[in-house]
C-alpha cells in the first residue's frame, strides 16, 4: 500500500515532469555559451603564435606561448592607458553613485508637485541615444575647454549614466517603511542622517550594481574618448587596443593578448559583483 502510494502519479511529491525546465536550461546554456565563448577565445589566442592561429583560428595553444602577454605587460604605455582607464571609471562611478542616490531619495521619500513628472523626464534618458548627442557634446565641451581632459569623459558619462542609476535606486529607497523613518526621527536623526545610517545600508545590493554598470560602461566606453582626448598620454585602455591593433597589424596573437589584459579588470568588477547585480535588479523589478 505504501508502495502504491509512493509511486501514484497523485502522490504529492511526485512533480509532474514538463518540458519547460529543461527548455529554459538549455536556452540559458545557450545564451551563456554564446557569450562566453568569445571571452575565452580572446584570451586563449592570446597564447597562441600568430601562424598557428593562422594555420588553425579554432585550435588550442601548442604549445602555450607567454611572451605574447609578457610584450603587453612590459609596455610603459600600456599601463599609462590602465591609469587613464582606472581614474576615469572610478570617477564616473563616484559621480553616479553619489548623484543618483541624491536624486532617487527625493523622488522616492519626498512628496511634491511634478514628482512623477520628473521621474518620468529621468525615464526618457533611457530612451536617448548616446551617439546621437556626440556632435554638440563635442562642441560643448570645446567652448568649455576641457577637451583633453578626463573631465570631458566623466562628465558626460555621468550624465547618460544617471537616468538607469535613478531607475534602479528609487524602488529599493520607496520600498523602505515609513514606520523605520519615524523611528529615526524619534532618535533625533534627520533626512541625511536617515540616509546615511537606514537607507543606504539597506540599498547595498543596488548601489553596488549602480555602480559596477557604470565602472563596465566607463572602462568599455570608446567613442567619447576617441573624440575628446586626442592627447596619447589621456587614451583609456580601448584606444590602446585600436592603436596597437594599427601599429602591429599582423601581430594578431599579439593583439588578442592586449584586448585580453584590456577588458580583464572590468570582467573580474563583474564577476565579483554578480550577486550583488542579481539581487539590485531583482528588486528594481519588483519596486
Not at 584570451?43 to 600568430?50: A, D, N
Not at 523622488?107 to 508637485?113: I, K, Q, V
Request: with cysteine; hydrophobic share 55%; aromatic share 12%.
Amino acid at each position: 500500500m505504501t508502495e502504491n502510494a509512493l509511486t501514484s502519479p497523485s502522490s504529492p511529491h511526485r512533480r509532474p515532469f514538463s518540458w519547460g525546465s529543461p527548455l529554459t536550461y538549455g536556452l540559458a546554456l545557450a545564451i551563456a555559451a554564446v557569450s562566453i565563448a568569445p571571452v575565452v577565445y580572446v584570451i586563449v589566442g592570446g597564447f597562441r603564435t600568430t601562424p598557428n592561429i593562422i594555420a588553425d583560428p579554432a585550435g588550442l595553444p601548442d604549445p602555450w606561448v607567454w611572451d605574447n602577454y609578457a610584450r603587453v605587460l612590459t609596455r610603459s604605455d600600456f599601463w599609462q592607458q590602465a591609469f587613464n582607464s582606472a581614474v576615469i571609471a572610478l570617477g564616473t562611478t563616484l559621480a553616479v553613485v553619489l548623484l543618483g542616490v541624491c536624486a532617487a531619495f527625493v523622488l522616492a521619500r519626498y512628496s511634491f508637485r511634478g514628482r512623477e513628472a520628473l521621474y518620468t523626464f529621468f525615464t526618457l534618458g533611457l530612451l536617448f541615444p548616446a551617439g546621437a548627442a556626440i556632435l554638440p557634446l563635442y562642441l560643448m565641451l570645446r567652448d568649455l575647454n576641457l577637451i583633453n581632459s578626463y573631465y570631458a569623459v566623466i562628465l558626460p558619462q555621468v550624465a547618460f549614466s544617471l537616468p538607469l542609476t535613478i531607475v534602479i535606486l528609487r524602488p529599493f529607497l520607496a520600498a523602505v517603511p515609513r514606520e523605520l523613518e519615524d523611528a529615526a526621527a524619534i532618535d533625533g536623526a534627520g533626512r541625511l542622517g536617515f540616509l546615511w545610517r537606514v537607507m543606504l545600508p539597506l540599498s547595498r545590493p543596488a548601489l553596488v550594481t549602480v555602480g559596477v554598470l557604470a565602472f563596465v560602461a566607463s572602462w568599455n566606453a570608446f567613442l567619447l574618448p576617441l573624440l575628446v582626448l586626442g592627447d596619447a598620454d589621456l587614451h583609456t585602455l580601448p584606444l590602446g587596443v585600436q592603436n596597437f591593433s594599427s601599429q602591429y597589424t599582423s601581430d594578431t596573437a599579439g593583439i588578442l593578448a592586449f584586448t585580453s589584459l584590456a577588458m580583464l579588470p572590468a570582467l573580474l568588477f563583474f564577476t565579483f559583483a554578480e550577486k550583488q547585480i542579481v539581487g539590485g535588479l531583482q528588486g528594481a523589478v519588483k519596486g
